[in-house]
Structures are given as structure tokens and as C-alpha cells.
């Protein structure tokens, strides 16, 4: 786990140390460079030592062609693609650097290399016999990259923050679009950024950049898709079974580590069932579990961690967030992040991940589990709102709108209030947009309203609907779990808890991610994840030798946090100034919501992140 940054053309090798400084947090134990003066080539990169402690240094280059790599993340299967590569012939350094088998994986299998990776990663490989750079992000894009590229050259960096340290990419401007989008997500999808001419490599994807003319080339290689014409083989006992087989070897394979390694632990079935799996793994010591917790009952989990954790047998340690906390570390955390977050989990996320680096270099979490196996309350919401928008008239809609907004304000997690009010703001729009409005921290009108200028829809919510128009699925449970798992869980889920991780210099690993499960759980059918309003059936019922059965049919609580009681507790907030954007209404708004006389927790949220991370001094274009 480590950070990366680099370029292509213009820039010194100060340039390249002022950027790799910048990412100290995502690797300290370590730092190194790369320079190819004569063709301009600049790498650079910054190691938290997981794998191969005492080897595994980067940049790392092949004495037999050259080619010199920096990579961050981690490859699960690179034992095995290992023994692949020297049957191949390939002699091998250093001890079991996962580093390593990229970089003889590229020399062997050039671009194809990328479609045989288990892992986590975005790396650069400067390709000096063909004179090229590639770069590569991960399936699920749990490791970042963003890039910039102009006629003076590429530049690319694991964090926003750094690339923004290259003369190139200082002086950039904030892109309307993207902070419209902002608002209409509670995170940036796609390829988005703050800032124009900015953009993250997209999850399974490729770049390559040819330096003799700057030529760029992208592809993707992989996007999760449902495929409902490969169903697997057997009957529904078979898919349970393989389901609970591929899950225990995802866990096994992702506790690999020379570093100490823990859990997060929530409590809820995700967690839980990798805390129990990753405990029967481990053949020495105990396992580490960590847990946030909150004084506000209804956000709180942590009896329930902490049963979870007797079971197994767990080191166990809670931290409790609130709102002290929130008050004197949202700041600085936005203000590291860099780009902006509309999802306040993101406070106790940092919060568990700075209290498990005391003890811990490596934690595996649940990310995953919700996305692939429809574990969302808006899989319950689905048929209903396709019955409102077929038998209630559209003229009908505003009126019952403004009834539920009557309803008084409920700062509970979840609340009645809340999931009601967000469910009418989606179904009066097409199907294609209902899972990003119900996210989202304001809705279209407010949108407008806020930047002066009537916004479209379907530009508003592009990455969405070409994602739904796109799906060879039929159902509309199958389509929302590939919104889910190819915009939400990249561009918020993944992105909170890889920042929120490298801040505190740990490593976090996704065991529901492992490529083997997530194939197979895209070729099961829609019924067997969500089946008569109950969410994540067959991971439920491959898990009922597994987990305690308390732990197993409690309602899902969701990582919420009490943000919108948080946000009365804050001073009246003082923005810097974005130039397009109406503070007049986003005040009204603070107003309103600390009369409780309307509940803006989104909005104002995003505003603040917003103030954190980009409030400068570029307007917007």
C-alpha cells in the first residue's frame, strides 16, 4: 500500500519531490524516484511496507528490459501468478514482492496483464523499449488515480492533493459540471473531479500515453455487469454453498501480510462474517477487531460489535465518536481529503482507522457485501416506486410531496421522516435516475437554484443513465445493483475508506471483492439476493453455519452517523466563497435547519466538504 505520482514532460526532479512529500501519510516507511532525464520520464513513489518488508523497493525496474514500475495496492494471487512466471522462464529477485510480479507480468503479458490481477492497485509502468506509459486502476477502482494531460505532457498522482503540486495543474479552474454533479450524487461519479482537465482513471480501466506525440489511448477491461443468460450451474443449495466457499477464500487469501492485521467490526452481517472467517484463518495469535461507536442510540452498533466480538474471541476495541471529535478533526480531515465527499461516515471511518493504526498495519472491512447482494433499503423500495409512478397521477406527486414535508423533523437514523421524503424525490423522476436522487444531497430544482442556471437532468445524471441504458439486466433490482456497485461503491465507499485508511497510514482490504466471488455473484439471478423484501438472501443463508443467529436476522442499521443534529451543534458557518454558487440560499437553509423547521443535513454537508476541500480562489467554468 503506498502512493504514487509521476509525469511526463515539463517539470523537475523537485516538481516530482514536492508531490511524492505530499503523499508521506499513504506511505511512510519509505520513499523513492525514478528519472529518465533524456526522455523526460519522472516516477515517483512513497511505500507503507506490507509485503516483502526488507525487498519489494520502488521505483522498481527489470534489469532484462528496462521497464520500471510504481504500484500501489496489493495482489492476492501473486503467489500464484508467481509460479506462473518462472515456469514461463522469468528469474525472480526479490523474495515475494507482489511489485515484482506485475512488472515480470507486464514483460510476459504486456497490457494483458491487468485481466489476471486479484488485488488492489493502480501502478504506472514507464515502457522504455516502446516509449510509453501505461497506467492501470483496479476492478472495483479501490485503489485511486487521477491524471491530467495537456500538449505539455501527462501527470498523474494517487491523490488530488499532489497532483495539484506540478506547475502544470496548480493554476487549474473548478469545472461547474462536476461540482453540479457533486450535489446530484453526494460524491463525484465517473471520471469526475473538482477541477477541468482533471480525471480519475476509471475502475478497470487502462491508460496509455505515447511519448513521441502525447497520443492517449483508454479501454476498459472489466465493468461489473449482471450476466442473467450465464447462469451457474446446479440448484439454489449448490449456489449457497459455492457462495460460502468463495467468500472463505477470499477472506483467506486477503490475510496474507508480514505486518500486524485486524477487522473492522461493525456488527452487521458483512463484518461480522469476515471477522468469524478471518479468526478460524489465522493459525497464531489474536485476532484484532475495531469498532466506532456513538452516544446517540439509534446511530450505535457496538453492543452488537462487541457480541460479535466475544464469539470470536477478538481483541476487541471501540472508540466512540461524537461531536467534539467532529468539531475539532472535520476540519483538518476534509481539508487532507482534498476533494470533496458529500458521505459525513467518513468522520468515524477516519476516527476507526486512526484508533486501529495504534495497534494495526493492515484492517480487512465489509465494503462490498451491500453492493453485490442488494443489502440497501432502496432494493425495498423499487416495486413501490414502480407502482406510485404507474397509478399515481403525475399532477398528484407535488401534493403529496408537500404533506410528507410536514411530518416533523427526526434526527434518528433512518427515520420514517427521512426515507419517506427521500423516496418521493425520486419517483417523480424517470427510472434511470431514481438511485442517484435518493443519494443525493439536493435534488434537481435545488440544484438550479443554487447555481443561478436551469440544469438538465440527463446531463446531471449521465453516468447513471448510461449505466442503466446500458444493462443487458431486465429487472430493476439487477440495474440497481450495477448503479451500486459501479458508481456508489467506487466513487464513495471505496474512496471513504482508501483515504480515510492512508491518513492513518493502514492498509484496509474488501474480501467481497475478490474477483472469483464477484463473477459468480453477477451470474446469479435477481431472487436469489433480493426475495420477498428481504435483502442479501443467499449470502444470509450461506452464512447460517457461520454467524450467530441474533447477528443474522437483526435489521440492517447502516454506517450513518448523527450529522444532522451535528450540524445545529456547529458555529453558523462562514464558506470561503465559490464564485456560482448562492450562499444566500445554502444560509437559509442552515437557518431552517437549526429551527428544525426543515431537515438539509445533505446539502449543508456537501456545502461545508465543499468549503474544506475546494473553497479557493478559482472560479468556476
Known sequence: MCGIAGFVGIGT????????????????????SFVDSAHRVFLGHRRLAIIDVSGGLQPMSSSDTGTTIVFNGEIYNHRHLRRELEQLGHQFVTDHSDTEVILRGYDAWGEAVVERLDGMFAFAIYDVKRQRLFLARDRFGEKPLFYHVSHKGIVFASELAALRKHPSVAALQL????????????????????????????????LTYRLSDGFVQKRQYWR?????????????????DQIRSLLMEAVASRLESDVPLGVFLSGGIDSSAIAILANRERSHGELSTFTIGFHEASYDESAYAEQVARFVGSSHHVEFCDVDFMLASASKILETLAEPLGDPSLIPTYLVSAYASRYVKVALSGDGGDELFAGYDPF?????????????????????????????????????????????RGMSQARSVWNPVWLAALEP??????????????????????LWDGSRADNLV????????????????LMKSDRAGMMNSLEIRAPFLHSGLADYVSRLPAHTKFRNGTTKWILKEALKDILPSQILQRPKKGFGIPVAQWLRDMPSPHWRPIEGLNDKIFRQWDLDHRRRSKDHRGGLWCRYALDRTVGVEQPLI
Open 445 to 466: 430544482d435545488d440544484i438550479s437554484r443554487v447555481f443561478g442556471t436551469r440544469v438538465a437532468v440527463d446531463e446531471l445524471y449521465e453516468d447513471a443513465i448510461e
Open 478 to 493: 439487477d440495474r440497481t445493483l450495477e448503479f451500486y456497485t459501479n458508481l456508489y461503491l467506487p466513487d464513495d465507499i
Open 13 to 32: 526532479e523537485g516538481d516530482l519531490d514536492e508531490m511524492t512529500r505530499s503523499l508521506a501519510h499513504r506511505g511512510p516507511d519509505g520513499s523513492g
Open 380 to 424: 425495498k423500495a423499487l416495486k413501490i416506486a414502480d407502482h406510485y409512478q404507474k397509478w399515481v397521477p403525475r399532477p398528484v406527486h407535488a401534493a403529496i410531496r408537500a404533506m410528507a414535508a410536514k411530518l416533523p423533523v427526526s434526527d434518528r437514523n433512518m427515520s420514517f421522516q427521512f426515507k419517506l421524503n427521500r423516496a418521493l
Open 175 to 206: 469545472d461547474e459540471r462536476s461540482l453540479q454533479k457533486f450535489f446530484a450524487y453526494s460524491f463525484l461519479p465517473g471520471a469526475a473531479t473538482p477541477y477541468r482537465g482533471v480525471q480519475k482513471l476509471l475502475p478497470g480501466s487502462v
Open 224 to 240: 461489473f455487469a449482471i450476466v442473467p443468460d450465464q447462469r451457474p450451474e446446479g440448484n439454489e443449495r449448490d449456489w449457497i
